[in-house]
């Protein structure tokens, strides 16, 4: 073994870091896309995760989520069996592809970048065509995008939103100390519907921070995407 990596920390003490620096055991298991109790099993040294080294490295060094490592294969390709749960009539099963999410499969995972003090950010590309399958896409994104921030609105968490349209115009909402994000969350439920295009542009439509929007854009266009920061106040980052 060389002295680099003698040096180098293990799967645990990276674990340790990503849990220092706010991320929980859910979004830590999610970015490896494992079950958190793998997590806790490198934690307590049941397992060495040298598997999701390189993924939570990346994670580490980047503060950026990333692609869930693939499952092993045996020989033939296909995927290994792992146990089951506990009562399940078979002791093995096939595991689901975690690089493959069946509940997302008309539109993209959002991008997330993880920072210090547990804030995230976070890019929701929406689509934007007016048929069938994009008005369902739409409503799907909107429907995460809604549990995201209800997971947020907790405490004295606040959030800003970049706002952007299909020209290119970006609009940023609570540039001003932001939302408490427990109220725009019931205002959005109750007012919206949980539709994040409309509660945007009726922000952008009156009035934004006390002021009204320069040069605001054209309201008839569709939304490209939305970028919210989640924040503790006086911690926040640039949006």
């Known amino acids: 073994m060389s002295e680099h990596d003698e040096e180098r920390m293990s799967v645990a ?23 958190p109790r793998m997590v806790r099993k490198v934690i307590r040294g049941e397992s060495s995760g040298e598997l999701y080294r390189e993924c939570l490295q990346a994670v ?24 089951a749960k506990a009562g399940s ?6 595991p689901d592809d975690p690089t493959v999410d069946p509940q997302r499969s008309t539109w ?42 209800r997971r947020r609105a907790q405490g004295r968490n606040r ?24 109220h725009m969350h019931k205002k959005l439920r109750t007012s919206f519907g949980g539709d994040w295009n409309a509660w945007a542009k009726d922000q952008m439509a009156g009035r934004a921070d006390g002021a ?17 920061l989640y924040y503790m106040p006086g ?3 640039s949006l």
């Open 13 to 35: 003490d990276i674990i340790g870091e990503l849990r220092a620096f706010g991320m929980t055991q859910r979004e830590i298991a999610d970015n490896i896309g494992r079950d």
């Open 159 to 182: 959030a800003k939103f970049r706002v952007t349209f299909t020209d290119g115009t970006s609009v940023l909402l609570g540039s001003k100390g932001g939302y408490k994000v427990s």
């Open 108 to 149: 993209a995972k959002p991008s997330v970048t993880y920072l210090q003090g547990g804030q995230r950010k976070y890019k929701w590309e929406l689509p934007t065509t007016t048929d069938e399958a994009g008005k369902a896409a739409l409503t799907e994104a909107h429907r995460d995008m809604t549990d995201e921030n």
């Open 60 to 83: 580490y060094d980047t503060g950026r989520q990333q692609r869930p490592v693939p499952r092993l294969t045996d020989k033939n390709g296909k995927p290994r069996k792992v146990r």
């Open 89 to 94: 009539e078979e002791k093995t099963r096939i």
């Open 212 to 228: 009204r929007i320069s040069n605001p854009p054209d309201l008839s266009l569709p939304i490209e995407s939305i970028e919210p």
């Open 235 to 237: 911690h926040e980052e």
